[in-house]
């Protein structure tokens, strides 16, 4: 397994971890990892071929659970947003999220940064990849509608809804808010909750940071 360089997203090749990452996992004996909205579970995988205990949490109905099944590998189906995690307090070492922790209003967002820091172990480490504001390409247009202008994407539309929270237009995360963060905007949410900074750095479309509890 090769490691991720920061322009590349996990999405580029199927089970990439950015080699700092894989360091501090290292470096505070992580064993047992939760992942936040695991999609079809590739993270997850990944984790576990690298010797570690997964879990993840995912929206119903998204778990594919060929894959789950047949790799062995738990993925609890729960909504993130307005409810607390199935899970005990202090239960994991990690807690590992790449994107759609921002697929919310920012007040939304920081009630499940709290839930994460429940469930992390004091000396934990929480390591998150999410939309970094000043990387969303965004050009507005007339009649307060925006329009997507970064190459890789078709021209979607998307409406403002609040500050730095957009909505698409079409497609099926029509209507779901988008947050795009600004790098010392999220130190200072995560820091209010308790969460110590170790390293921070911008990504393609995210900041990828990681936290001690
Ligand atoms: C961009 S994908 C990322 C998946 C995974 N982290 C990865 O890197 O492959 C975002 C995932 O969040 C899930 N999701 C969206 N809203 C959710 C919610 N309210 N609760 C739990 N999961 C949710 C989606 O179903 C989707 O699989």
Redesign the pocket.
Known sequence: MTTLNDKET??DYRIKFAKEDLDLFKKYKIKKIL?????????LLGLSMLGYKVIG???PG?VDEKLTKSANITIIQ????GQEFPFKDQEFDCIY????LN??YKEKIEDVFKEIYRVLKKGGLFSIKITDIEQLNLKHIPDDIYEECDPEFPKIKYKKLANQTFAKLEGNEKG?PHYGFFKAELIKSLEEIGFKLINIRKIRWNLAANFEK
């Open positions: 996990p999405h992942e936040i909205c695991s999609g079809d579970g590739r993270n949490i995912e929206k998204f729960h909504l993130i947003y999220s790449y994107q759609y697929h919310n779901i």
